[in-house]
């Protein structure tokens, strides 16, 4: 060690103790006096925890006389100082503010200890919380993703099947080798890449949205989480496409899951049915069970958020269908066309609409989303398709008495694998909505959006040819691309009752990887029409319906052998559906 | 190494001016980010050369002691010849920290490991040929640690530790032509974050 890396090592410790030192002895710099938890248990002060849904209020189960002493952000040891606190996870004082309701008691909200003395109200400890009363807690939500990056390792690791592809060779070495390599694209199978990874993005999300963060903090961590993976766990050389699908993918399938999980919770409930309601919500959400379980919020008895739409909200559409379904496919390049055949089968879906757009009070992502699922019986492809679709912005563009209509910004998340075609990733659309009301029992609505693809993947004849860096592990038979589109949906609504749904969309695609070998460029087109009845059965949550949905691909190689190729998959499906929630939808 | 070296002394200095401020216990888990050095002696020396490692714990606390397990990487590269070879450990632990109250905490630990070692397949790092061999030699072992932790704040220390320990594993290198070796000692040197996640409560 040189002279200069000597001084360099003595002196910027020696500055971080004065700067902790000197800060110790400031004490708290900023935000609101609190009481510390420490005072309030020397001096005999009942505690009790603040925020919605975990203050005592007039009818609650839990009230002063139940006290749950908390530690608050504010009741870290004095001599820890908060510039610190960014670094190694402790909430900043400067952030904490008073959350508690008016109406409970204790609740002062003042953030004062003036008067805290014997005799008096108890005092409103300042600890700010989610809606689910959950504090944000950085330290948690980072281990929780580690260890969904760590415990995968494992699997990879001991598993022998897993075990014998070597990815789990990890070393410092291998991390060194894939950051200096940099990004590059894989071969996986169009489920690992479209549906497996936004679902691990999704453990990443929900790390840090069951611990207090919103949905773009919790898109950091999905982000950050997919690069610690593809990084540092595995041997594989870091994938782009990777990266992008469990960032993006996982925020919407996190965010899904989070609402949806919310709607099965019910902080108040107690014995058995409290027990039944949280461990649905852990296998619905694991990540945001666990939370729940290492904070004891799993057990605590405390209120509901108040918000409709943090919870279950006043507009829910759950349609649950059951039919058979018939799909036919068929290709043509130039004079050659080929019959890819096709045949019948059942199928289970599940279409859920949670809350409404025109109900739309807060600029909070997700108040409004929709999921479409097909889940096939017998056949090899089982989840034939899941699609999201969640507001992340929108504005009121006029409201009359009849009618409504917005502009919003929504994130789309598609997968369609079926044995015809493969289509799906991450992108967002910006949507005109219209609903005009024609009676009380009455409405149309309409909407227009222009889409971009960010990044994703439909089935390509030579994307075999893919340039694949590295370990190559099976021929992929998908494009990566991405690109622009458009959105047209029509809707009929009678009594709350979707009876006519329709919709067509052209989606652009110029491939990034795949079918653009050799410096070619390919560019696909892909089109898909849905047209949706369903007729209420007497009894009204029951229901029949019919489906016509139509794919086109027109792919386009500049290679002069391949040229353009078309691919026509017209299908039909008949069900049965029944609606247990159904209430108005959009 | 060369961080490591430099590192140690800033963290003494450090240490002794801070030393004497009192800090509060903290409970709850624990975890530990680590990166060091590891080399190895004895029989599995002559064929393994020192190498970066990296090491990740999970502890809790149980009264006095701290319980805990973890897993630890490194890629050997090897005497005499062009292939490296990989390193996975795994390691139960149960520690002992002293000066609980204090900015300076050292502690000491005991660890049961288990390691597999095997040769590491060249092809992700740029090797054209795939490795056929599928060969893996592990075994168990103890670890003897000696470490501390400069308190920063309820949530976070930076940790020191340095480590031996013996091991064998089975079964012996001879099938890979590198000699009827089944044991040896490693030794390590680590420099560390230790996380307390829910602020040591």
Same mark, same amino acid.
């Given at each position: 060690m040189g002279l200069r890396g000597s001084i360099i090592a003595l002196t910027v410790p020696l500055t971080l103790g004065f700067a902790l030192r000197a800060s110790a002895q400031e004490g708290p710099s900023a935000g609101p006096s609190v009481v510390t938890a420490e005072a309030r248990a020397s001096e005999g002060i009942p505690l009790v925890r603040g925020g919605p849904g975990l203050v005592a209020s007039p009818g609650s189960r839990e009230g002063p006389d139940d006290p749950v002493p908390v530690p608050s952000p504010a009741a870290v040891n004095p001599a820890l100082l908060p510039g610190w606190s960014f670094v190694v996870g402790l909430p900043s004082p400067r952030p904490v503010r008073p959350v508690g309701r008016s109406d409970a008691p204790g609740t002062a909200g003042n953030g004062s200890d003036d008067g805290a003395t014997a005799g008096e109200p108890p005092v409103q400890e300042e600890v700010w919380t989610d809606v689910?009363?959950?504090?944000?807690?950085f330290g948690l939500a980072a281990v929780e993703a580690y260890l969904g990056n760590f415990l995968p390792w494992v699997f990879n690791e001991v598993v022998p099947g897993r075990a014998a592809l070597k990815i789990s060779q990890i070393s410092p070495r291998s991390w060194l080798n894939n950051l200096e390599h940099g990004w590059e694209w894989d071969d996986n199978a169009f489920q690992v890449n479209h549906f497996a990874h936004p679902f691990q993005g999704n453990i990443y999300y929900n790390a840090a949205r069951s611990n207090g963060y919103g949905y773009w903090g919790s898109f950091l961590f999905a982000t950050a989480g997919s690069f610690h993976w593809e990084c540092c766990g595995e041997t594989h050389f870091m994938s782009v496409n990777d990266w992008y699908n469990t960032a993006i993918g996982g925020a919407a399938v996190g965010e899904m899951l989070y609402r949806t999980s919310s709607m099965v919770l019910d902080n108040t409930a107690t014995g058995s049915e409290r027990a039944w309601r949280e461990i649905g919500a852990f296998l619905m959400n694991p990540t945001r069970g666990f939370t729940r379980l290492v904070t004891g919020n799993a057990s605590r008895v405390y209120a509901n958020p108040e918000h409709p739409n943090d919870r279950i909200p006043n507009r829910l559409e759950n349609q649950i269908s059951f039919g058979v379904r018939k799909a036919t496919s068929e290709r043509r390049a130039g004079e050659i066309t080929v019959d890819d055949g096709g045949e019948a089968h059942s199928f289970v879906d599940l279409q859920l609409v949670f809350g409404s757009l025109f109900d739309l009070e807060r600029q909070k992502p997700f108040d409004f989303f929709t999921l479409a699922t097909q889940v096939n019986l017998r056949q090899e492809k089982g989840l034939g398709k899941l699609q999201i679709r969640g507001n992340l912005w929108h504005k009121d563009l006029s409201l009359t008495d009849n009618s409504v209509s917005k502009l919003i910004l929504v994130q789309d998340f598609d997968y369609e694998n079926t044995e015809a075609f493969e289509f799906g990733g991450q992108g967002a659309s910006l949507m005109y909505l219209k609903r005009t009301d024609r009676s009380e029992r009455t409405s149309f609505v309409w909407n227009a959006a222009a889409t971009w693809m960010i990044m994703g993947g439909v089935n390509s004849e030579f994307a075999i040819l893919a340039d694949v860096e590295g370990i190559r592990e099976r021929l992929r038979e998908y494009d990566f691309g991405t690109g622009l589109g458009g959105r047209v949906g029509f809707q009929f609504l009678r009594d709350g009752y979707r009876w006519i749904d329709g919709s067509y969309r052209i989606q652009h695609l110029y491939t990034l990887n795949g079918s653009n070998f050799n410096g070619r460029d390919s560019n696909h087109i892909v089109q898909m029409l849905r047209l949706r009845a369903v007729f209420p059965l007497g009894y009204r949550r029951f229901g029949a319906g019919a489906e016509y949905e139509l794919f086109l691909r027109d792919s386009f190689f500049e290679s002069e052998q391949f040229g353009k190729i078309e691919q026509r998959v017209p299908r039909w499906q008949i069900f049965f559906t029944w609606n247990p929630t159904r209430n108005v939808g959009n | 190494m060369r961080a490591a070296r430099t590192a140690a002394p800033a963290l003494v200095a450090a240490a002794l001016l801070l030393g004497a401020s009192a800090v509060e216990a903290q409970t709850g888990p624990l975890f530990r980010f680590a990166f060091g050095w590891q080399d190895m002696s004895g029989d599995m020396g002559e064929v393994l050369d020192g190498a970066v490692d990296a090491e990740f714990s999970i502890m809790y606390p149980v009264k006095a002691i701290r319980l805990g397990a973890g897993a630890n990487w490194v890629s050997f590269a090897m005497d005499d010849f062009e292939e490296s070879w990989s390193q996975v450990r795994f390691h139960f632990l149960v520690g002992y920290p002293y000066q609980i109250n204090d900015w300076l905490r050292p502690y000491v630990e005991g660890r049961a490991t288990y390691r597999r070692l095997r040769p590491e397949d060249d092809r992700f790092y @740029? @090797?054209?040929?795939?490795?056929?061999r599928d060969f893996v030699s592990s075994g168990t072992g103890f670890e003897g640690v000696v470490g501390t932790e400069f308190i920063l704040s309820r949530a976070a220390s930076i940790d020191v530790s340095f480590a031996g320990g013996a091991f064998s594993v089975s079964p012996d290198l001879s099938e890979e032509g590198l000699g009827a070796i089944d044991s040896g000692l490693a030794w390590r040197f680590h420099v560390g974050i230790a996380w307390f996640p829910t602020n040591g409560r």
């Amino acid at each position: 060690m040189g002279l200069r890396g000597s001084i360099i090592a003595l002196t910027v410790p020696l500055t971080l103790g004065f700067a902790l030192r000197a800060s110790a002895q400031e004490g708290p710099s900023a935000g609101p006096s609190v009481v510390t938890a420490e005072a309030r248990a020397s001096e005999g002060i009942p505690l009790v925890r603040g925020g919605p849904g975990l203050v005592a209020s007039p009818g609650s189960r839990e009230g002063p006389d139940d006290p749950v002493p908390v530690p608050s952000p504010a009741a870290v040891n004095p001599a820890l100082l908060p510039g610190w606190s960014f670094v190694v996870g402790l909430p900043s004082p400067r952030p904490v503010r008073p959350v508690g309701r008016s109406d409970a008691p204790g609740t002062a909200g003042n953030g004062s200890d003036d008067g805290a003395t014997a005799g008096e109200p108890p005092v409103q400890e300042e600890v700010w919380t989610d809606v689910w009363g959950q504090e944000k807690n950085f330290g948690l939500a980072a281990v929780e993703a580690y260890l969904g990056n760590f415990l995968p390792w494992v699997f990879n690791e001991v598993v022998p099947g897993r075990a014998a592809l070597k990815i789990s060779q990890i070393s410092p070495r291998s991390w060194l080798n894939n950051l200096e390599h940099g990004w590059e694209w894989d071969d996986n199978a169009f489920q690992v890449n479209h549906f497996a990874h936004p679902f691990q993005g999704n453990i990443y999300y929900n790390a840090a949205r069951s611990n207090g963060y919103g949905y773009w903090g919790s898109f950091l961590f999905a982000t950050a989480g997919s690069f610690h993976w593809e990084c540092c766990g595995e041997t594989h050389f870091m994938s782009v496409n990777d990266w992008y699908n469990t960032a993006i993918g996982g925020a919407a399938v996190g965010e899904m899951l989070y609402r949806t999980s919310s709607m099965v919770l019910d902080n108040t409930a107690t014995g058995s049915e409290r027990a039944w309601r949280e461990i649905g919500a852990f296998l619905m959400n694991p990540t945001r069970g666990f939370t729940r379980l290492v904070t004891g919020n799993a057990s605590r008895v405390y209120a509901n958020p108040e918000h409709p739409n943090d919870r279950i909200p006043n507009r829910l559409e759950n349609q649950i269908s059951f039919g058979v379904r018939k799909a036919t496919s068929e290709r043509r390049a130039g004079e050659i066309t080929v019959d890819d055949g096709g045949e019948a089968h059942s199928f289970v879906d599940l279409q859920l609409v949670f809350g409404s757009l025109f109900d739309l009070e807060r600029q909070k992502p997700f108040d409004f989303f929709t999921l479409a699922t097909q889940v096939n019986l017998r056949q090899e492809k089982g989840l034939g398709k899941l699609q999201i679709r969640g507001n992340l912005w929108h504005k009121d563009l006029s409201l009359t008495d009849n009618s409504v209509s917005k502009l919003i910004l929504v994130q789309d998340f598609d997968y369609e694998n079926t044995e015809a075609f493969e289509f799906g990733g991450q992108g967002a659309s910006l949507m005109y909505l219209k609903r005009t009301d024609r009676s009380e029992r009455t409405s149309f609505v309409w909407n227009a959006a222009a889409t971009w693809m960010i990044m994703g993947g439909v089935n390509s004849e030579f994307a075999i040819l893919a340039d694949v860096e590295g370990i190559r592990e099976r021929l992929r038979e998908y494009d990566f691309g991405t690109g622009l589109g458009g959105r047209v949906g029509f809707q009929f609504l009678r009594d709350g009752y979707r009876w006519i749904d329709g919709s067509y969309r052209i989606q652009h695609l110029y491939t990034l990887n795949g079918s653009n070998f050799n410096g070619r460029d390919s560019n696909h087109i892909v089109q898909m029409l849905r047209l949706r009845a369903v007729f209420p059965l007497g009894y009204r949550r029951f229901g029949a319906g019919a489906e016509y949905e139509l794919f086109l691909r027109d792919s386009f190689f500049e290679s002069e052998q391949f040229g353009k190729i078309e691919q026509r998959v017209p299908r039909w499906q008949i069900f049965f559906t029944w609606n247990p929630t159904r209430n108005v939808g959009n | 190494m060369r961080a490591a070296r430099t590192a140690a002394p800033a963290l003494v200095a450090a240490a002794l001016l801070l030393g004497a401020s009192a800090v509060e216990a903290q409970t709850g888990p624990l975890f530990r980010f680590a990166f060091g050095w590891q080399d190895m002696s004895g029989d599995m020396g002559e064929v393994l050369d020192g190498a970066v490692d990296a090491e990740f714990s999970i502890m809790y606390p149980v009264k006095a002691i701290r319980l805990g397990a973890g897993a630890n990487w490194v890629s050997f590269a090897m005497d005499d010849f062009e292939e490296s070879w990989s390193q996975v450990r795994f390691h139960f632990l149960v520690g002992y920290p002293y000066q609980i109250n204090d900015w300076l905490r050292p502690y000491v630990e005991g660890r049961a490991t288990y390691r597999r070692l095997r040769p590491e397949d060249d092809r992700f790092y @740029g @090797g054209e040929e795939e490795l056929l061999r599928d060969f893996v030699s592990s075994g168990t072992g103890f670890e003897g640690v000696v470490g501390t932790e400069f308190i920063l704040s309820r949530a976070a220390s930076i940790d020191v530790s340095f480590a031996g320990g013996a091991f064998s594993v089975s079964p012996d290198l001879s099938e890979e032509g590198l000699g009827a070796i089944d044991s040896g000692l490693a030794w390590r040197f680590h420099v560390g974050i230790a996380w307390f996640p829910t602020n040591g409560r």
